[in-house]
């Protein structure tokens, strides 16, 4: 199947500091990729779509300005996150839909980035 | 909105026992669904899908699963589980592609030896 890969894995940063976390479609390019944020035992919520070359749709209650996305080719998503606090500490997990042939609708995740914010 | 529900939050099952894992959606005309995986500290892995064609769907490590549209369920099911298939299970429903996934808050199996 197709690979998605994110970076880092593990990121520990202070308090009010910016974190950037990357993902990347190796073998096949994705027009949107989605964004998800993971808290211990709970299931994934949506927070952004990101569309190559056009801002990213964020869910109700996400704030964009503290979460930036940017989606600059068909390959390669960021999620910066701004002034982070430690209530942003959370498992951050990216997607990208593959929309050509007979994989069409099928999301496939990078592993996911594990924020701690001290 | 599309909706999925997993009624069972956590499903211990001894080894070389059957499970069931239950997903209902809330009703579509058409809809494309997932089956996902997630093993400890890591992003989700499909496991397999339905998005047309025979309702029966398989994965190759025998976890198999059932499309009904008129009970708008895709429950999860295997013969004989292996410890190995402790992990966190996520359902998840898209109208054929063309929306986000919407996830289930996922089942935990944990195989007992």
């Known amino acids: 199947g197709a690979v998605v890969s994110q970076h880092p894995s593990w990121v520990i940063c202070k308090s009010g500091t910016s974190v950037k976390i990357e993902c990347r479609s190796l073998?096949?390019?994705?027009?949107?990729m989605f964004w998800y944020r993971q808290f211990p035992k709970q299931s994934l919520m949506l927070m952004a779509t990101?569309?190559?070359?056009?801002?990213?749709?964020?869910e109700q209650g996400v704030e964009k300005d503290k979460f930036l996305i940017n989606h600059a080719s068909l390959t390669l998503s960021t999620l910066t996150v701004t002034s982070a606090h430690p209530e942003d500490s959370s498992f951050y997990i990216c997607?990208?839909?593959?929309?050509?042939?007979?994989?069409?609708?099928?999301?496939?995740f990078g592993e996911g980035s594990r924020l701690t914010v001290l | 909105a599309q909706s999925v529900t997993q009624l069972d939050s956590q499903v211990p099952v001894f080894e070389e026992a059957p499970v069931e894992l239950r997903c209902n959606y809330s009703?579509?005309?058409?809809?494309?669904l997932f089956w996902y995986v997630q093993y400890p500290n890591q992003g989700l892995q499909l496991l397999l899908k339905?998005?047309?064609?025979?309702?029966l769907v398989e994965s190759i490590n025998g976890f198999e699963a059932e499309f009904n549209k008129s009970q708008t369920s895709f429950h999860l099911r295997k013969p004989s589980v292996h410890i190995s298939d402790t992990a966190e299970y996520f359902c998840?429903?898209?109208?054929?592609?063309?929306?986000?996934?919407?996830f289930g808050k996922g089942t935990r199996l944990s195989v007992i030896a």
């Open positions: 997607s990208a839909r593959d929309t050509a042939g007979s994989l069409a609708g099928e999301l496939f």
């Open positions: 073998d096949f390019q994705a027009t949107t």
């Open positions: 990101s569309n190559e070359g056009s801002k990213a749709t964020y």
């Open positions: 009703s579509s005309v058409s809809v494309y």
């Open positions: 339905y998005l047309s064609g025979s309702t």
């Open positions: 998840a429903v898209s109208d054929q592609g063309h929306t986000p996934l919407v």
